[in-house]
Nanobody, 120 residues
Framework: VQLQAFGGGLVQAGESLRLSCTVS????????MGWYRQTPGKQRELVAI???????DYADSVKGRFTVSRDNAKNAVYLQMNSLKPEDTAVYYC???????????????WGQGTQVTVSS
């Protein structure tokens, strides 16, 4: 199972970006997909996540500005980021929680990360 994230870039404060993450390889079931971010010297933090039933959870710092969505048919997850702020600058990673086979245990799969830089 491989996740590939793309859509990052350099934008000015107040602008928008849309991140995409696609999944390749066989996956039996997906419990949740979402996005984390990390800056140098800090731990990776949850940005937004969506469960298989459509429930979502967001970091307080992005509520009202970011929206996570999924395309279950494509095994893809998206992050629409509006009103970006310089403090949103980070490497963004997509994450999948799921089982590769019916008998396998659930585990986390990570994409390679995409850089988002917001200038003031």
């Amino acid at each position: 199972v491989q996740l590939q994230a793309f859509g990052g870039g350099l934008v000015q404060a107040g602008e928008s970006l849309r991140l995409s993450c696609t999944v390749s390889g066989n996956i039996f079931s997906i419990a949740a997909m979402g996005w984390y971010r990390q800056t140098p010297g800090k731990q990776r933090e949850l940005v937004a996540i969506m469960g298989s039933g459509g429930l979502t959870d967001y970091a307080d710092s992005v509520k009202g500005r970011f929206t996570v969505s999924r395309d279950n048919a494509k095994n893809a997850v998206y992050l629409q980021m509006n009103s970006l702020k310089p403090e949103d600058t980070a490497v963004y990673y997509c994450e999948l929680q799921g089982r590769r086979t019916m008998l396998a245990s659930s585990r986390d799969y990570w994409g390679q990360g995409t850089q988002v830089t917001v200038s003031s």
